[in-house]
Nanobody
Framework: VQLVESGGGLVQPGGSLRLTCVASGFRFSRYYMNWYRQTPGKERELVAVINSAGDYTNYADSLKGRFTISRDNSKNTVYLQMDSLKPEDTAVYYC?????WGQGTQVTVSS
């Protein structure tokens, strides 16, 4: 099983990024997928959830309206579109599914 994230980087406040997670080694289309994030000294925080079909999503309350999770089961890929980014969104973002984790991708929001 592998989950490989990409798309992180440095962005100015108010900017956007799209994170991508490509999954392999399990029947991706059968599983919920999640995005988490973590900052130093803090617990990993659930950011967004999407069901196997992609027709149910849920978000941390503080992120509703700014972040959008989606998936393409034909590509074994889950996305996290992040808009109106704030400095407090700076974190390592992790893809999670099938009880496995990706390696994380760093997102830094700074001017």
């Amino acid at each position: 099983v592998q989950l490989v994230e990409s798309g992180g980087g440095l962005v100015q406040p108010g900017g956007s990024l799209r994170l991508t997670c490509v999954a392999s080694g399990f029947r991706f289309s059968r599983y919920y997928m999640n995005w988490y994030r973590q900052t130093p000294g803090k617990e990993r925080e659930l950011v967004a959830v999407i069901n196997s079909a992609g027709d149910y999503t849920n978000y941390a309350d503080s992120l509703k309206g700014r972040f959008t999770i989606s998936r393409d089961n034909s590509k074994n890929t889950v996305y996290l579109q992040m808009d109106s980014l704030k400095p407090e969104d700076t974190a390592v973002y992790y893809c999670n599914g099938f009880n496995h984790w990706g390696q994380g991708t760093q997102v830094t929001v700074s001017s």
